[in-house]
C-alpha cells in the first residue's frame, strides 16, 4: 500500500478518540480561563498593566476593553486551534518528520492512530499554554486590583515553571516510546 492510498483509506476510518483525561484537563482548564475573563470584566480598572519588566514593575499599559480582548482571543487564536495541526497526518504526510515515520503511514489504521497520537500531545502542549495564560491573566488582575504598578514574582515566574513543566512532561511522554511501533497495529 502507498502512502497516498493508506492517506485515502485512514480519511474513512472513524477517528480514535483522545483520551478522556486529556479531554478532562482541557475543560477544567477552559472553565477557569473563562471565570478568570468574567473575573477581569467585573474587577479590571480602566486602566491597566499588561506588561510588567524583569523585577515584576509595569511598563506597559492597556485598556479595560483591550485587556479583556487579548484575554479572550489568543487562547482562542492559538490554543485552541492547536490539535487541529494533527489533521496534517491525514491531509500531508509527506511534512511529517518522527520516529518510525514509515511505519505509522505504511497502513491507515496506523496512520489514524499516529493522528490521535500527535492530537493527544497537541491538546496536552494546548493545556499547558492555556494554564500559563490563565496564570498571566490572574497575576495581571491582582497586580490591577492591589497596586496597579507591579506583578508578585509568584506570577512573573511561576508562569514560566508551569509552562517548562508542562511542555518538560509531554516531550518526555513522546520520547519515552509513545511512537514506537504498536503490537496491535501489525
Known sequence: MTISEAVAEARELPREPTAPWILAIVAILTVT??????????????SVATHFDS??????????PGAIATALLIPLIVVFPMPLLSRIALRWPSLINSPNRDWWMATAPRLSRYERLMREDLWLIAAATLAVLVMANVGITQ????????????YMWGTLVVLAVGIGAVIVRMLSG?????????
Not at 178 to 186: H, K, N, S, V
Open 55 to 64: 523585577s515584576g514593575q509595569a511598563d506597559g499599559w492597556m485598556s479595560k
Open 178 to 186: 509513545r511512537y514506537t511501533e504498536q503490537a496491535d497495529l501489525d
Open 143 to 154: 497586580a490591577a486590583i492591589t497596586s496597579g504598578d507591579g506583578v508578585s514574582s509568584v
Open 33 to 46: 480561563w473563562l471565570g478568570v475573563i468574567v473575573w477581569q470584566i467585573v474587577v479590571l480598572p480602566e
